[in-house]
């Protein structure tokens, strides 16, 4: 391992996992000189740090850091991700989950402690008290977002080591999805042809757009001549106001082919927005040209939505599922038509492939069960499934 001293900065050497490391004994809020760590990709950067942490430690600063809580500095971190949000770096609504979480469950349960003091085994008393309330998934999720937190300062003095990052949980199995098959999928069309937002299901079921993809869809993405929808656009309500966004990752910018069926549907839906915006006259105010909005012509809330979703579900007399689960139908659709991994990977705008194997094994499973119970009619001279239907 490399090691160079610079005069007055401490002993810089590279780590083997190819960060540099500039350690250097600094006093503590007492007085007392310990040795403190900060990291950097190259050794120019390692020192930068270094010579700043002695200037606040010169200042007295790492001595009134020490005292800083697991509140305060969440809440200075909050303010960093928020002037992420203000450059494009970070969605507004993944700042509005760190808040909530922050607010809900880091800060009643160990926002009191202080930061330099905070050990593995108060982390994981915190986990380990949301095990009566909360899902396996949830308490991994404030376990990532607290070693998120953590990460932004870690090895620079106010942050020595990064302890959410070595507590275990219990790694979340890949819950099985339950979507429609083929004949229930037929039952949700039929129902929603004469649904209002109709055409808004029947896109969702046979496109596998996510709810925000549909709620910020423009006209502009459509083009019924040509059978084709562009996804590039999403819309969401964050703190009552409403959030233009891309869509999840590149891969969900997408072109997808729309069936007959669903152009038919967006059509016949065209037809009744211009009918609903002459019925509103001045009150119409749809400046966002949405393809799926209200009465006058704003966004459709994503509980409203859910809300249309279940009655219709219901009154088709279809078992209770998610809005989401009308996405897994789309998979589950395309599994039944033979199409390949690849090709649902890239109509559902998947960023890796691994997260669509994952997500619907049990599909490609099930339908090749079906296959092999086909031949073994065929080789036992048993008449196919279909025949004796």
Not at 11 to 29: A, C, N, S
Not at 106 to 122: F, T
Not at 292 to 303: I, M, N, V, Y
Request: with cysteine.
């Amino acid at each position: 391992m490399a090691k160079t001293r610079e005069h007055g900065a401490g002993m810089i050497q590279l780590r083997p996992d190819g960060r540099w490391e500039m350690r250097q004994r600094l006093p503590d809020v007492n007085g007392v000189r310990k040795a403190r760590s900060v990291y950097g990709r190259t050794r120019a950067e390692a020192a930068k740090k270094g010579k700043q942490l002695q200037e606040q430690a010169r200042k007295g600063g790492v001595a009134v850091r020490q005292r800083l809580t697991v509140e305060q500095y969440l809440t200075e971190w909050l303010g960093a991700m928020a002037v992420r949000v203000t450059t494009g770096d970070l969605r507004p609504k993944t700042l509005y989950d760190y808040e909530k979480w922050v607010r809900l469950h880091l800060v009643p349960g160990i926002g009191r402690i202080k930061l330099a003091r905070l050990s593995v085994a108060q982390v994981q008393d915190l986990l380990d008290s949301q095990r009566s309330n909360l899902s396996r998934r949830s308490i991994q999720m404030t376990r990532d977002i607290l070693r998120n937190a953590l990460n932004w300062h870690e090895g620079n003095g106010i942050v020595s080591r990064n302890v959410a990052g070595e507590v275990r949980v219990r790694r979340v199995s890949q819950e099985k999805v339950h979507p429609y098959n083929p004949q229930e999928a037929q039952t949700f069309i039929e129902a929603a042809r004469g649904h209002r937002l109709g055409a808004l299901f029947i896109t969702a079921i046979t496109c596998g757009l996510r709810q925000s993809e549909l709620i910020g869809l423009r006209w502009n993405d459509l083009d019924l001549d040509l059978a084709r929808l562009r996804v590039r656009t999403t819309l969401q309500q964050v703190r009552g106001e409403w959030v233009d966004g891309e869509p999840k990752s590149d891969a969900s910018k997408r072109t997808l082919p729309l069936p007959a069926l669903t152009v038919k549907a967006l059509k016949a839906h065209r037809t009744q927005q211009w009918g609903e915006r002459l019925m509103a006259g001045p009150v119409w105010d749809n400046q966002r040209d949405l393809v799926f909005c209200t009465h006058s012509g704003g966004p459709l809330g994503a509980r409203n939505l859910t809300r249309d979703f279940h009655k219709l579900t219901k009154r088709a007399g279809l078992r209770t599922v998610t809005f989401h689960n009308l996405r897994h139908s789309t998979a589950s659709l395309l599994v039944a038509t033979n199409s390949q991994l690849t090709e649902i990977k890239e109509l559902l705008g998947h960023s890796d492939i691994r997260l669509t194997s994952n997500t619907y094994t049990h599909l490609f499973d099930e339908a090749k069960r079906a296959a092999m119970d086909k031949l073994d009619d065929a080789l036992s001279g048993r008449p196919t499934q279909e025949a004796r239907a």
